[in-house]
C-alpha cells in the first residue's frame, strides 16, 4: 500500500559524492519519520539517517559530518547528500518510511535497496 522508489546510488571514488533520494506513495495519511539505513552482506542493517516530520535528524556514528539529509513533507520524499565517501561506506542503502496510512493504519516501508560502492 505504500511504495517507494529509490534512486541516486551507484559507483564513486574515495572523497566523492552521491546523493540518495526516494520518494514515497500510496495510501499514505502522514509519513513520520523517512530515513535511510544500510546493510553489507553479513552484516546487520544499520541506521545512516533518519529524519522526523519536524525535521530532527538522527545520523550513525560513522557519518561524522559527511552526510545530510532532508525531506519534503508535501511530496513525501527524502534526499541524502552524502560528500567525503570513503570505501568503507560501500553497501546497499535502503529507504524507510514509518507513518499512518488512510484509515489510520500504522505502517512502515522499505525501500528495493540502491548500490553505492566507493573506490580506493
Known amino acids: 500500500q505504500v511504495q517507494l522508489v529509490e534512486s541516486g546510488g551507484g559507483s564513486v571514488q574515495a572523497g566523492g559524492s552521491l546523493r540518495l533520494s526516494c520518494a514515497a506513495s500510496g495510501s499514505i495519511l502522514s509519513i513520520d519519520a523517512m530515513g535511510w539505513y544500510r546493510q553489507v552482506p553479513g552484516n546487520q542493517r544499520e541506521l545512516v539517517a533518519a529524519?522526523?516530520?519536524?525535521?530532527?535528524?538522527n545520523y550513525g556514528d560513522f557519518v561524522e559530518g559527511r552526510f545530510t539529509i532532508s525531506r519534503d513533507n508535501a511530496k513525501n520524499t527524502v534526499n541524502l547528500q552524502m560528500n567525503s565517501l570513503k570505501p568503507e561506506d560501500t553497501a546497499v542503502y535502503y529507504c524507510n518510511t514509518r507513518g499512518l496510512l488512510r484509515g489510520f493504519r500504522q505502517f512502515e516501508s522499505w525501500g528495493q535497496g540502491t548500490q553505492v560502492t566507493v573506490s580506493s
Open positions: 529524519s522526523t516530520r519536524a525535521g530532527n535528524a
